[in-house]
């Protein structure tokens, strides 16, 4: 492709068009916390299984009561956990747990709270009294065979929980891609240095590992020197253990930002490499003969900050088989851009008691200062062709942090 810029639109479709197809694995129910279902899962009995007593108390039945008697004699105690029990005379109780299969000939119960049990008979006090009432019914929440999470969702200590539930001790889980994230730079030092005045400390890597931990991608950390030979045969070597490569910096047009000539020598298939929008524009991606995606990002961190929330969760979605639900905010000022771009701006949300989101846009000092991400939610998207913004228009917004 002719090293053109693109627009932020024609991006997405090429990402599109060139996501992958992650295949299937097994994995114990333990091990499955963050990864994505590969298959729905089923109630494989209705939820709950049977009538289910609510509250500690006793169960009776409403038409004795409803014919004025309010003194039942206890006639047994029905624990959780154990056989269904039947009430033997209708003028009788049964003393009932919660969890507890509901008594057969019972159909209301009534609360420790609302009763006085003297010498064996529970006398009900004077309050209103429904009849089915403190009662969890059979199938009421899924019935048997029912989807209750749909294959592609992530998985979380609720879905996890369900899971269990139906007894799945192994689920078919979303085999993820095998991921090395690398920095290039001879101005980087590790995070543990303490750099020289003309030196800054590895950043990137460690914000974008931390995002794919989330999303369910490990991934390992590299980095490169500024040494086109060098890059050249660490690259060949990683491509034989990796499937998603995903590089910081060295990728404009510096004269030692030798990635893309080094990328295009190891047959690395380019599809872009620059993009209509601000932060961002120099960002490069491309296919291996083998299929293996890599995504060269530029080194300021809120543009690779960008790219990231931006396109490569768009990639990941895609060959997940999913598509982001899209968030949209109203402006709370007026904004000002003039250049023909996509302006992904950073800004902070806030609740109004109508219940609507506004974006706050919060300005830092240009694609460097990632201390400015600390103080916002996510970005705005703000389209092309247009240089005013008014307060109260509604437009797209990628959150980078859970919101409230």
């Not at 990864?35 to 108390?57: N, S, Y």
């Not at 995504?295 to 895609?318: D, E, H, M, Q, T």
Request: aromatic residues 10%; glycine residues 6%.
């Amino acid at each position: 492709m002719e090293n053109v810029f693109i627009k932020y639109e024609k991006a997405l479709s090429i990402l599109a068009a060139h996501s992958n197809d992650f295949p299937d694995e097994e994995r114990p129910l333990n091990a499955c916390i963050g990864a994505h279902l590969a298959e729905d899962l089923l109630a494989d009995r209705d939820f709950p299984p049977f009538d289910r007593v609510t509250m500690d108390g006793i169960s009776l039945s409403y038409e004795a009561f409803a014919n004025g008697q309010r003194e039942f004699p206890i006639e047994a105690v029905a624990p959780a956990g154990t056989p269904k029990k039947t009430l033997q005379n209708s003028q009788n109780c049964i003393e009932v747990m919660t969890g507890a299969i509901m008594p057969a000939q019972t159909d209301t119960v009534i609360r420790y709270e609302d009763l006085e049990i003297v010498d064996g008979k529970a006398r009900v006090m004077p309050i209103p009294v429904k009849p089915r009432q403190n009662i969890h019914f059979k199938g009421i929440d899924r019935a048997r065979g029912s989807v209750i999470v749909q294959k592609g969702k992530q998985l979380s200590s609720a879905e996890i929980n369900i899971a269990a539930a139906v007894g799945k001790s192994v689920l078919r889980v979303k085999k993820m891609p095998r991921a090395v994230i690398i920095s290039t730079g001879d101005e980087l030092v590790d995070v543990h240095q303490t750099p020289e005045l003309h030196q800054i400390r590895r950043s990137n890597i460690y914000g974008i590992q931390s995002t794919l931990k989330t999303w369910g991608i490990p991934a390992d950390l590299r980095h490169l020197p500024d040494d086109r030979q060098q890059m050249l045969e660490i690259i060949s070597g990683l491509l034989e253990n990796y499937d998603l490569f995903i590089f910081t910096g060295g990728v404009s047009k510096g004269k030692f930002d030798y990635l893309p000539d080094v990328l295009e020598t190891l047959q690395i298939e380019k599809h872009f490499h620059k993009i209509q929008q601000r932060p961002g524009k120099p960002f490069w991606f491309g296919t291996s003969k083998e299929g293996k995606k890599i995504f060269a990002l530029p080194g300021n961190p809120v543009s690779s900050f960008v790219c990231v929330y931006i396109y490569l969760r768009f990639w990941l979605y895609k060959s997940l088989g999913l598509d982001i639900t899209p968030m949209y905010v109203s402006l709370k000022n007026d904004i000002t851009f003039t250049p023909d771009l996509v302006y992904f701006l950073e800004a902070r949300l806030e609740s109004n008691p109508d219940g609507t989101l506004q974006a706050d846009p919060i300005s830092g000092n240009g694609s460097g200062d990632f201390a400015n991400l600390v103080k916002t939610d996510g970005f705005l998207v703000l389209p092309q062709n247009k240089s005013e913004f008014k307060q109260g228009e509604v437009y797209l917004f990628v959150p980078y942090r859970d919101i409230f």
